[in-house]
Nanobody
């Protein structure tokens, strides 16, 4: 069992930055691929980013490439999402998720555990 808790969301103006954190507890964090997803009202949950076990490889959704950066600190069992050049369309609840297998990191159904989400609101 893995428990995930996101933090760092809030209200920011367009063009600003936020850094989300996701702290994990339970079974060994280093054995899990980690992903970030987001869901805006009335829309499906969307892939944002993912990171491999060591943190060497990262993947991003097309809408955030070049603006968002994901990283992890296995010693602190935490994954991060640095969000720069934020746009109003980035407004959503952001979720982190943990995946043991690492086969399809952009798919919601791939992930085994989810956090409760943190709200990010970008004003124009």
């Amino acid at each position: 069992q893995v428990q995930l808790v996101e933090s760092g969301g809030g209200l920011v103006q367009a063009g600003g930055s936020l850094r989300l954190s996701c702290a994990a507890s339970g079974r060994s964090f280093a054995y899990y691929y980690m992903g970030w997803f987001r869901q805006a009202p009335g829309k499906e949950r969307e892939f944002v980013s993912a990171i491999t076990l060591s943190g060497r490889n990262t993947f991003y959704g097309d809408s955030v490439k070049g603006r968002f950066t994901t990283s992890r600190d296995n010693a602190k069992s935490t994954v991060f999402l640095q969000m720069d050049s934020l746009k109003p369309e980035d407004t959503a609840v952001y979720y982190c998720a943990a995946d043991r297998a690492g086969r399809a990191l952009d798919r919601v159904g791939e992930y085994d555990y989810w956090g409760q989400g943190t709200q990010v609101t970008v004003s124009s």
